[in-house]
């Protein structure tokens, strides 16, 4: 499957076809670059790393980082990190009673897993986010995710403005009926 949508300024498009994901990292994957637009509003968080480069930076990134995915590694490292992982999330999942969050559980299994295969179990003693949920590494990392995610916008928004200000106008405008809204929710609760 494969579709497209807009957001303001750009058209994002998303695939889950093989031969597509194949032609983007694989057949073509010098076509497919992240560019400033992704990566400037990451590099606080990523930095000069792997996921926020492109080109030779990321070539020789990706050449120094394969040595840690090889088939032995699989079939001895990251093969058992996984399994111990997935039955602890199994674990969890089985104590639980009624619904829970599998997005922010399946957060949890990922950075435990990554962490674990890239630096080891003695490293991450203290973020453990499977085992506690309240990790304050786990609460950091997803706080500067949500602050990164949101940062481009506004600074889409400022750098329209600077032109004519009707951007800003706007704005103000949304901000608010985004307070209007608020107060109308407000007192609907304080009226039921």
Same mark, same amino acid.
């Given at each position: 499957?494969?579709?497209?949508?807009?957001?303001?300024?750009?058209?994002?498009?998303?695939?889950?076809?093989?031969?597509?994901?194949?032609?983007?990292?694989?057949?073509?994957?010098?076509?497919?670059?992240?560019?400033?637009?992704?990566?400037?509003?990451?590099?606080?968080?990523?930095?000069?790393?792997?996921?926020?480069?492109?080109?030779?930076?990321?070539?020789?990134?990706?050449?120094?980082?394969?040595?840690?995915?090889?088939?032995?590694?699989?079939?001895?490292?990251?093969?058992?990190?996984?399994?111990?992982?997935?039955?602890?999330?199994?674990?969890?999942?089985?104590?639980?009673?009624?619904?829970?969050?599998?997005?922010?559980?399946?957060?949890?299994?990922?950075?435990?897993?990554?962490?674990?295969?890239?630096?080891?179990?003695?490293?991450?003693?203290?973020?453990?986010?499977?085992?506690?949920?309240?990790?304050?590494?786990?609460?950091?990392?997803?706080?500067?995710?949500?602050?990164?995610?949101?940062?481009?916008?506004?600074?889409?928004?400022?750098?329209?403005?600077?032109?004519?200000?009707?951007? &800003? $106008? !706007? /704005? #103000? *405008?949304? @901000? =608010? +009926?985004?307070? &209007? $809204? !608020? /107060? #109308? *929710?407000? @007192? =609907? +609760?304080?009226?039921?």
């Amino acid at each position: 499957m494969t579709f497209a949508y807009t957001v303001p300024g750009k058209v994002v498009l998303c695939t889950v076809d093989p031969k597509n994901i194949e032609h983007m990292l694989k057949t073509n994957f010098d076509n497919y670059v992240k560019g400033h637009v992704f990566s400037d509003p990451f590099t606080d968080l990523l930095g000069k790393g792997i996921f926020n480069v492109d080109g030779e930076l990321w070539y020789h990134q990706r050449k120094t980082s394969s040595k840690m995915f090889t088939k032995k590694q699989f079939e001895t490292h990251i093969s058992k990190v996984v399994a111990s992982n997935t039955a602890k999330v199994t674990a969890l999942m089985e104590r639980e009673e009624g619904t829970f969050d599998m997005f922010q559980l399946m957060n949890r299994f990922t950075l435990d897993t990554i962490g674990e295969i890239g630096f080891s179990k003695s490293v991450l003693a203290g973020i453990g986010s499977l085992e506690d949920p309240s990790s304050p590494f786990l609460s950091a990392f997803d706080r500067s995710q949500q602050i990164l995610i949101t940062r481009p916008c506004i600074v889409v928004v400022f750098v329209c403005c600077r032109c004519c200000g009707r951007c &800003l $106008l !706007l /704005l #103000l *405008l949304l @901000l =608010l +009926l985004i307070m &209007l $809204l !608020l /107060l #109308l *929710l407000w @007192l =609907l +609760l304080l009226l039921w």
